[in-house]
């Protein structure tokens, strides 16, 4: 069964500090790895993404560390923000042919920052 | 702005109906997908569709059924046969593979 499974549950983090979350997944067929920023009664929203050739990306705050042999990726946040208060998902996907795809998604994290 | 139209926002159904949730999108996506939140337990995919008049299950697709007549519409029927409908519906579309999802807001849907 095609799973994601993602720790911890919930993180506390002091404003400022760095908040990292944790992702493993066991089919090597997924092909491509987004996480998803989402608030209270809202969609989830892309927030950066990473192909598993790649072993780190970074777009401003946020970085993806990725380990193809571990099948391991994690999400970095550093001077981590009150604003940033939200759950996180990661997720996987997996070719389902014409060029489109589907995503396995992690239980989420729910990340509080206190000011 | 383009995006996807989610509505109702709130939707309240007595045991043994069914409702349709609605799903709108002027992306000129071809991809749309139903998932559907329960509190620690992530997304799930429910049904999926890559072109219009075609469409998958999903993991959890019991209880369920969809249409895809035009591109811009994905409505989400739920069934009486859903023993537990009550949860946060999403629904997403994407241009294609590498691309992620662009979700609606979605709709919460609560039996009473």
């Known amino acids: 069964q095609q799973q994601v499974k993602q720790s911890p549950q919930s993180l506390i983090v002091q404003k400022g500090g760095i908040s990292i979350i944790n992702c493993a997944y066991e089919n090597t067929a997924f092909d491509y790895f987004p996480w998803y920023q989402q608030f209270p009664g809202k969609g989830p929203a892309l927030l950066i993404a990473?192909?598993?050739?790649?072993s780190e990306k970074k777009e401003g705050r946020f970085t993806i560390s990725f380990n193809k042999s571990a099948k391991q990726f994690s999400l970095h946040i550093m001077d981590s923000q009150p604003g940033d208060s939200a759950t996180y998902f990661c997720a996987a996907s997996i070719k389902i042919g014409s060029g489109y795809s589907t995503l396995t998604f992690g239980k989420g994290t729910m990340l509080l920052v206190s000011p | 702005d383009g995006g996807i139209t989610q509505s109702p926002k709130y939707l309240f159904r007595k045991e043994g109906q069914n409702v349709t949730l609605s799903c709108e999108q002027n992306l000129n996506h071809d991809a749309m997908y139903w998932y559907r939140q329960d509190p620690g337990q992530g997304l799930r995919l429910i049904y999926y569709s890559q072109i219009v008049n075609d469409f998958q299950k999903g993991d959890i697709a019991e209880g369920y059924s969809v249409s895809r007549e035009k591109k811009e519409s994905f409505p989400l029927t739920v069934t009486s046969a859903q023993k537990n409908p009550t949860a946060f519906y999403l629904c997403?579309?994407?241009?294609?593979?590498?691309?992620?999802?662009?979700f609606g807001s979605g709709t919460r849907l609560t039996v009473v």
């Open positions: 997403a579309s994407s241009i294609g593979a590498f691309y992620g999802y662009t």
């Open positions: 990473i192909r598993p050739d790649v």
